[in-house]
């Protein structure tokens, strides 16, 4: 199994493309590329089911892929589209945002943001 740092994010429309150029549509695929799971509140590998592509071996829009987090579940439709700047990409998440804790090198400016705003 690859390295966390190897797999493609998933969250980037560039190397999305890149991981989804050359699969086909009604396949699945485990472990394809990581994205950050809002339920987990961290990157997670990716497991991908490519379910509209209607160009076989492309990554031109339209396409839709479903994404499911391998250690929670979480599920992700992505949708592939022509944008006003051209291909663009979109991730909804089938939940809200999660609860995660603050990094200790962003503690300070948190604080300080709370304070500002009480």
Same mark, same amino acid.
């Given at each position: 199994?690859?390295?966390?740092?190897?797999l493609?994010?998933?969250?980037v429309?560039d190397e999305?493309?890149?991981?989804? +150029?050359?699969?086909?549509?009604?396949?699945?695929?485990?472990?394809i590329?990581k @994205?950050?799971?809002?339920t987990?509140g961290? +990157?997670?590998?990716?497991?991908?089911?490519?379910? @509209?592509?209607?160009?076989?071996?492309?990554?031109?829009?339209?396409? @839709?892929?479903?994404?499911?987090?391998?250690?929670?579940?979480?599920?992700?439709?992505a949708v592939?589209?022509?944008?006003?700047e051209?291909?663009?990409?979109?991730? @909804?998440p089938?939940?809200y945002g999660?609860?995660?804790?603050?990094?200790?090198?962003?503690?300070?400016?948190?604080q300080r943001?709370?304070?500002?705003i009480?």
């Open positions: 199994m690859a390295d966390m740092d190897d493609p994010d998933l969250g429309a999305f493309v890149a991981a989804t +150029y050359l699969k086909d549509q009604g396949h699945a695929y485990r472990n590329g @994205l950050h799971c809002p987990c961290d +990157y997670r590998r990716m497991d991908m089911a490519v379910r @509209l592509k209607p160009y076989g071996s492309s990554a031109d829009p339209p396409m @839709l892929v479903l994404l499911t987090c391998v250690q929670c579940d979480t599920l992700f439709t592939i589209y022509e944008g006003p051209g291909r663009s990409l979109a991730l @909804l089938s939940t999660g609860l995660t804790t603050v990094q200790p090198e962003h503690k300070a400016s948190c943001f709370s304070a500002q009480r």
